[in-house]
């Protein structure tokens, strides 16, 4: 089965620290993988896409890097800000055979940057 | 450039109830997906839309259908309401299958 996993549920750190959110998945056969951000009540934003082929992504103080063969993600975020605070959610598209199956969810980590 | 919009944002039912939702996805994006989000099963997903067919479903019973419109509009309904259909129901849309996914900002539904 297919599974989505980010450890550890909750984060709380000090701002201006930088950290590191974790995402591991089962089977390393990866359409694509995805960070979202959801604040308390409201919808996801799209952080950052990495396709199977891309180690990394970049966009602004956020780095996603993505290693298949040992089934892992990160989310790199530099200089934390109370306004980062929010639950931090990744989703993978496997492949099946020549096609895509739907995004599979991890339980999110939620992170709070104390100021 | 609008976002994907849900309609309605809140609504309350009673069980036995049926209710519709509805999903208009970014212009120019021919596929729409829908997620339930509860506390304890977090995201889930229910079906995906391309050009009015059904790409996928999820692991849901028949009391949960969908559909898409040649505008790509999509609307879900659920009847017969049971109390743990209570969630928030997110609708997202993307220029490909399998492409970056844009989410709107739901729709809560209460059944009491």
């Known amino acids: 089965k297919q599974e989505v996993t980010q450890i550890p549920a909750a984060l709380s750190v000090p701002e201006g620290e930088n950290l590191v959110l974790n995402c591991s998945f089962t089977d390393s056969a990866i359409y694509n993988l995805q960070w979202f951000r959801q604040d308390p009540g409201k919808g996801l934003t799209s952080l950052l896409l990495i396709q199977s082929s891309q180690r990394e992504q970049t966009s602004g103080r956020l780095n996603a890097s993505l290693d298949k063969s040992s089934g892992r993600s990160t989310l790199y975020i530099a200089a934390s800000q109370p306004g980062d605070s929010a639950t931090y959610l990744c989703?993978?598209?496997?492949?099946?055979?020549?096609?895509?199956?739907?995004?599979?969810f991890g339980k999110g980590t939620k992170l709070s940057v104390k100021p | 450039k609008a976002g994907v919009t849900q309609t309605p944002r809140y609504l309350i039912k009673t069980r036995g109830q049926q209710v519709t939702l509805s999903c208009s996805p970014i212009?120019?994006?021919?596929?729409v997906s829908w997620y339930q989000q509860t506390p304890g099963q977090g995201l889930q997903f229910l079906f995906e839309?391309?050009?009015?067919?059904?790409?996928n479903k999820g692991n849901f019973p028949g009391r949960f259908s969908g559909r898409q419109f040649s505008n790509s509009r999509s609307e879900m309904n659920v009847s017969t309401l049971e109390l743990g259909d209570s969630a928030l129901y997110l609708c997202a849309s993307n220029l490909r299958v399998a492409g970056e996914l844009f989410f709107g900002e739901g729709s809560r539904l209460t059944v009491l």
């Open positions: 989703a993978v598209i496997w492949n099946y055979g020549g096609s895509q199956g739907n995004l599979i």
């Open positions: 839309y391309f050009s009015e067919t059904q790409r």
């Open positions: 212009s120019g994006h021919r596929s």
